[in-house]
């Protein structure tokens, strides 16, 4: 009998419950700097792209985003939690966009035979088996074609440490106290980032599958960080 993937089940754990307080929470929680991070990938993109892959798209946040930034181009999001997506189509008819996809699907088993000039992710590299990850990516990829992925980092820098426990003690407290649903989120978070080695596995794997021009950028106090890599 094939056991459960730890990875999926603590995502389904996580997030469980949490879908319709995603968008709110997750400005409110990192203080608007979401946005920002999210802006900044959309910026990286590659000018006139025809298709776009979103991985782990949630609500909708960064598909629509690229939606907006690049009108002429096909966006898939791709989303493993129904109730999240739930919101991103509630959000694509809300605004009328007809530019964007949503597919019900693990990251790691989603395939396309149409290639893609580029292919994001946001928070979704921790929880990734990285080596498959890769490799679909890079089969779905159009020569040359961009890999951007974006997640949180442990800082390395002891007094950023400091700071860094002192935010998630008060998400804890007080994020936990108004929003009950989001308590594993608050306690399992800090701990899968202290130990998530996403950084190191994901370029090995991009060097593994011939990636070029493999690039990281750390974000606001080493918060989060971008991989960037071409085919």
């Known amino acids: ?40 990938m959309v910026n990286m993109m590659p000018p006139n ?32 939690r129904e109730e999240y997506l739930e919101v991103a189509r509630y959000k694509v008819q809300k605004l009328g966009v007809n530019n964007i996809e949503l597919v019900l699907s693990r990251a790691e088993d989603y395939r396309s035979k149409e290639p893609f000039d580029c292919i994001s992710s946001s928070y979704l590299a921790k929880y990734a088996d990285l080596k498959l990850l890769t490799h679909s990516s890079k089969t779905m990829l159009k ?59 994901l370029k090995e794997s991009l060097q593994q599958e011939g990636f070029r021009h493999i690039q990281m950028e750390y974000l606001t106090l080493y918060g989060s960080a971008i991989v960037s890599a071409r085919k």
């Open 49 to 80: 792209p025809r298709r776009i892959l979103d991985f782990a798209c949630g609500t909708g946040i960064s598909t629509l985003a690229i939606a907006n930034r690049y009108p002429d181009c096909q966006v898939v999001g791709v989303e493993l």
């Open 143 to 201: 020569e040359g074609g961009l890999l951007l992925m974006h997640d949180f980092t442990f800082p390395p820098k002891p007094y950023l440490v400091q700071i860094w426990r002192f935010y998630f003690k008060m998400l804890q407290t007080i994020g936990t106290f108004f929003f009950p649903s989001w308590r594993e989120i608050y306690y399992g978070l800090p701990q899968l980032i202290e130990e998530s080695p996403w950084l190191s596995e």
């Open 1 to 40: 009998m094939k056991q459960p993937d730890p990875k999926l089940m603590l995502v389904q754990r996580f997030f469980a419950g949490t879908g319709k307080s995603y968008d709110f929470m997750v400005n409110g929680a990192t203080l608007g700097i979401d946005r920002l991070w999210k802006r900044k």
